[in-house]
Structures are given as structure tokens and as C-alpha cells.
């Protein structure tokens, strides 16, 4: 039973829900304040991440190429299409302003995504709640982005609550698929993969707090690479050079 990649979708649309209502009465300083706060926490889980790797050559190298990658083929580009045409789905029913349509709110839209779809502790999460049935990561995470979703939603509307339904396929997916992918992990690569995820949680924190805008969703294929890399570093290169 998946029940942490339940209890997170619930938790970011209960959030997107109550950000909704109470969004107008947050005063600019503290939704400025508190996203700062996330931003800095999103960073922390992203660190915790990092001091696990293990080859950081291989990461390093995944994060490059999978950034390549992205920016090849507009990775951002399309998923902030797919996220509009996800807000005009919901039409009438969004609270959003009649800015929506600018750049702040996709750049707010995308950083909405990435943190909740593609962050390295919701996608190594489910896979280990697959294998093994911990839910304790994902259990983690709902506890933060059920606030951050409130945050999101002051800017976003009710389309932040239903960022939760790509989110569940994609966790739920990798939930499935877990048995299959696992097995074939080592430790090394397991802990490079959620380095990896560090990573883009680091620069996604950078963006919430507005400090650089990362193009973490160009930074998504790092997500695929690393593992395939990790392998052949600790097989083929680390023996090599050692």
C-alpha cells in the first residue's frame, strides 16, 4: 500500500486548498518570509542528500550532461506548456489573477513542479517504499510540502493543489516499478542517485528564496544519468585510476 505517496499527494492538495482561501490574508512579508523559510529547508533536505554521495565525479558528470540534455530538447519549456494548459484545464475554478500568463508565475510554476514531482527525496522515496514498505522519506516530505504548498497557492491558485495528480502517477509509477529497479542497485548507486536529488532540491531552494534561477527542470535527465554512470565509474573507472 503506498501509503506516503498518498499521504503527500493529500498533504499538496490539501495545502494548495487552504493557501487558496487563506492566501489573500497573508500579508506580503510573511508570505515573503515563510517562502524564504522553505526555500532554506528545501535546501537543508538537498545538502543531506549531497554528503551521501559517494563517486562525485559520476554526479557531477550527470548533472552536466542531464542539464545538457534538458536544454536541448526545451525540457522547461515543455513542462511549463504542459503545467499552463494544466491551469487552463481548471479554468473558472483557479483563483488566479489576470497575470498568470507571466513569466514570474511559470518560473513560481515550474519550481512548484520540480519540488514536488522530481525532487531526489520523492522519487528515491517511493522506490524504497516499493521495495521495502518504509514510508518514513515520503512522511518526511509531506510535512514540509504541505506549507509549501500553502505558499504556492497564494501565487499559483487551485492549480498548485492539483500539481498533486502528476505527482501521484509519477511516484506511483516508480512505486511499481520498484522491484524491478532496486535489485539491480548498489549502495554506491543508490546513495550517488539521491546525491543527485540533493542537488536539484539545492537549486530549487535557490530559486524559492530568489537568490539564482537555476533551470532545475532542464536539470531532470540528471535524474536518469546518474545511476548508469555511478555503475560504470565504480566498476570500470575507480578501478582504473585506483
Not at 479554468?91 to 519540488?115: D, F, H, M, P, R
Amino acid at each position: 500500500m503506498p501509503i506516503g505517496i498518498l499521504a503527500n499527494g493529500l498533504a499538496i492538495f490539501i495545502g494548495g486548498l487552504i493557501g487558496m482561501k487563506l492566501g489573500p490574508k497573508f500579508s506580503e512579508h510573511f508570505k515573503t518570509n515563510l517562502n524564504t523559510t522553505f526555500g532554506a529547508c528545501a535546501m537543508a533536505m538537498g545538502i543531506s542528500s549531497i554528503v551521501l554521495m559517494k563517486n562525485l565525479p559520476a554526479v557531477v558528470l550527470a548533472v552536466i550532461l542531464g542539464t545538457i540534455t534538458g536544454l536541448v530538447i526545451h525540457l522547461g519549456e515543455k513542462i511549463s506548456a504542459g503545467a499552463m494548459l494544466m491551469q487552463k484545464g481548471i479554468g473558472k475554478l483557479t483563483n488566479a489573477k489576470s497575470g498568470e500568463q507571466t513569466e514570474e508565475y511559470q518560473s513560481v510554476l515550474i519550481t512548484c513542479i520540480v519540488l514536488f514531482c522530481a525532487s531526489g527525496s520523492g522519487i528515491y522515496g517511493s522506490l524504497v517504499s516499493g521495495m521495502t514498505g518504509d514510508h518514513s522519506i515520503l512522511l518526511a516530505k509531506t510535512v514540509l510540502d504541505l506549507p509549501t504548498a500553502m505558499i504556492f497557492s497564494c501565487t499559483l491558485g487551485l492549480t498548485t493543489a492539483f500539481v498533486a495528480v502528476p505527482q501521484c502517477v509519477i511516484f506511483l509509477s516508480l512505486f511499481g516499478l520498484a522491484g524491478l529497479i532496486i535489485p539491480f542497485c548498489s549502495e554506491a548507486m543508490i546513495a550517488d542517485f539521491k546525491a543527485c536529488g540533493g542537488i536539484l532540491l539545492l537549486a530549487t531552494g535557490f530559486r524559492m528564496i530568489k537568490v539564482k534561477e537555476f533551470p532545475v527542470a532542464e536539470m531532470i535527465p540528471a535524474m536518469v544519468f546518474v545511476m548508469p554512470i555511478s555503475y560504470f565509474w565504480t566498476a570500470y573507472v575507480a578501478p582504473f585510476i585506483g
